[in-house]
């Protein structure tokens, strides 16, 4: 895989907007590559239907970015990471690589409390997931918690306030918050409201997985000589999507811009449906 593959873009999948947090990691260790995202924001959330469901979903977008001509692909989403992956792998001559709940780092920390995973219903479902719990299992007490409907919230572009607030403290209310030494962002949409989930939890600490899987990509690309040519200082992003391209595509570059500005979740005000954006929109329609 060398010669004109290393021109191409990397491409990076999400059944919706949570990828983007994947995608500013990845700008910021490898800025000089150029990237095409695609958020399934018609279909999302992809995390409360079934295996068959998503592995058909995802496919349909992997194949939209294979035409595209990709070098890599990031599945940038647990719930079709948990449901999907090994079959892309076995099908695809490209490098697949997934999302992981970041429990590891999470026991490695070996802080007195409980480590709570929050992630969408499939996810926490599937064997990944569980050989997953089961290897770390008599090492830390781990809470799997799903969170239906969170996604939704996000998607929707409500990322702090009354809502989604009200929303987290429901979900959490089954935990004992004073015991919780660590949380474990397993969706890949929940850094992007990293700042509102912080307060819910209080003094525990909050962690995802995307800045592991960013080094993963490049150490594979390295290693398969996939790297764009050395010197460039910036890539290009390209966005796309089958929803609705006069709201998402904005949003997405919204959310990229302040992702990348702070490097750490997101503070905004007001509703995220009604920002303006005037860069070019591109989509996929069905």
Known sequence: MTGGRNNLPVGVFDSGLGGISVLAQLMEIMPGEDYIYLGDCLNAPYGTRDVEDIQRLTFEAVNFLLKKGIKVLVVACNTATSAAIVQLREKLDIPVVGMEPALKPAVEKGRDGSIVVMATPTTLREEKFRRLMEKYRTKADIIPLPCPGL??????????GEEITGLLKKLVSCLEIKKVSTVVLGCTHYPLIQDTIQKVYGDAEV?????????????????????????REKG??????????????????????????KNRPLRTTGNLKH??????NESLNR
């Not at 996604?151 to 702090?160: A, T």
């Not at 962690?207 to 960013?214: F, L, P």
């Open 275 to 280: 920002i303006q954006d005037t860069e070019k």
């Open 151 to 160: 996604v939704e919230l996000i998607e929707d572009g409500k990322l702090e």
């Open 236 to 261: 290009e992003v390209r966005f796309y999507t089958f929803g609705d391209k006069e709201k998402v595509i904005p949003l997405c570059r919204f959310l990229l811009n302040h992702m990348l500005k």
């Open 207 to 231: 962690i995802d997985g995307n800045e592991g899987t960013a080094r993963q990509v490049r150490r594979i690309m390295e290693e398969e000589n996939l790297l764009a040519a050395s010197g």
